[in-house]
């Protein structure tokens, strides 16, 4: 069975730096998404991409935050300047294309970070 | 903001009976509802969705209700198997197409009793 996968699973840093979290959508898919979840909070929406675009963004998505797509397989999260506050665990997640019926999201296993 | 409420955090149901997780929602511009389940871990996990213009959605032992003039769903397992125990997050979306993120509730840990 098809899944998106994710990686690398666990990333620790140190606060200011760069990191790039990466993700392998389901092939064929058109819609990809990045999703945070905080410890012991709720899992937030960050963006949606489709067709090498940016779709949506929540007020989370800000300047620090980028999204690409290199290739024909791979969807990137970078954070440009790491904070304390991003600690989080970080899901991608991919959609083929949205009929009239529920937009049923595909999750990957997630990549958590730690801001040190 | 909380635009998905799930106000129990933790269920424990006995195996064999019926668990109902509930959802309250306050945007009236979600059009369709989801339910994931997931385990340690891993990412969530698709179970069940359901559109705004049903009030019913069934899939084996899973059943999702919509009551829309309440802004109220509900999932139905039954019977419940210990494989069941996870969190269950409810999840809302609008009609903006696949470009919407979903609104997710803060999850209700479900625990099977043996």
Known sequence: EPEVTQTPSHQVTQMGQEVILRCVPISNHLYFYWYRQILGQKVEFLVSFYNNEISEKSEIFDDQFSVERPDGSNFTLKIRSTKLEDSAMYFCASLGVPTSGPHEQFFGPGTRLTVL | ?114
């Open chain 2, 1 to 114: 903001d909380q635009q998905v409420k799930q106000n129990s955090p933790s269920l424990s149901v006995q195996e064999g009976r019926i668990s109902i997780l509930n959802c309250d929602y306050t945007n009236s511009m979600f059009d369709y509802f989801l339910w994931y389940k997931k385990y340690p871990a891993e990412g969530p996990t698709f179970l069940i969705s359901i559109s705004s213009i049903k009030d019913k959605n069934e899939d084996g032992r899973f059943t999702v209700f919509l009551n829309k003039s309440a802004k109220h769903l509900s999932l139905h397992i039954v019977p419940s198997q210990p494989g069941d125990s996870a969190v269950y997050f409810c999840a809302a979306s609008g009609d903006g197409g696949g470009a919407d993120g979903l609104t997710f509730g803060k999850g209700t840990h479900l625990i099977i009793q043996p």
